[in-house]
């Protein structure tokens, strides 16, 4: 490209969007889009609306710095600070997991649950995230709810950090209470208070022996913490042994699982627990699995 020119928003969408792709950078479009649009304080469909305006010089050299990074693997969420989930926008970076469209069909399937169980009918549902990253779950669950009373707890006070400023910026912040807190731990049901009308959980399911086939993206740059538990199934056996004094009689527990984890979570599933269901995702794989405690 030519320092002379000057390019318009679509021109250097355009002329970007092919760059990346030929590089074989991971969704292209959307990685131009993100970037551009931070660069320009512009939201991805405004890029559109003002699609011959002219890019200028210093515009144009952030730019370029930002899709040099992008070339190098790092997440274009990261670099924009910015993810979308379930139509809303949350602030990312390197200190929480970029939320996966996946999850939001996991969100639903929990908001579905917690509906048919007729809990939600109540003027202030009492819901609890348990691994919150960014808080996408427990600030969607908030604004999809208005009268809910949300509690979101995460081991990484780094994390709580993002989630609140996140929950600060949808104007949620007042109705959600963030615990510090390690669901490993044999003290986390006294901590996270409860019992609660629905339990959610997206907890760390990848076991040690799949981090090498991870992407290099995802290794490099996403908090391991969020991501693996040594087997796999540890988050999963904590959380439901805690579950008598997190899940009130009725009450809805749900979990984001691993592609093949359904039949180990259900084994973990005592008496207590019953109207099991399994909910596959866009590829056909099992990914929300969630009970009724009786």
Known sequence: MSEERVWSVVELLKTTIAFFTEKKIDEPRLSAELLLGQVLGLQRLQLYLDHERPVM?????????????RLQGRPVQYIAGEAFFYGYRFFVDERVLIPRPETELVLEHAME???ASGLASAQTPS????????????????????????????VSADALDVARRNAEEHGVADRIRFVEADALSASFAEKAGGPFDLVISNPPYIPES?????????????PRLALVAPKGFEYYESIVAAAPALVRKGG?????????????????????????????????LDRALSCVAE
Request: charged share 25%; glycine share 12%.
């Open 57 to 69: 010089p210093k515009e144009l050299e952030a730019f370029r710095a930002a899709c040099r990074e």
């Open 113 to 115: 649950r917690l509906a």
């Open 127 to 154: 819901i609890l995230d348990i691994g919150t990253g960014s808080g996408c779950i427990a600030i969607t669950l908030a604004l999809r709810l208005p009268g809910a009373r949300v509690t979101a707890a995460d």
């Open 210 to 222: 799949e981090w090498a086939t991870l992407q290099e993206e995802v290794k490099q740059y996403e």
């Open 252 to 284: 809805v527990l749900c979990f984001e699982l691993h592609a093949d984890g359904a039949a180990g979570v259900r084994k973990l599933l005592g008496p207590g627990f019953g109207g099991i269901e399994v909910m596959q995702d866009y590829n056909r």
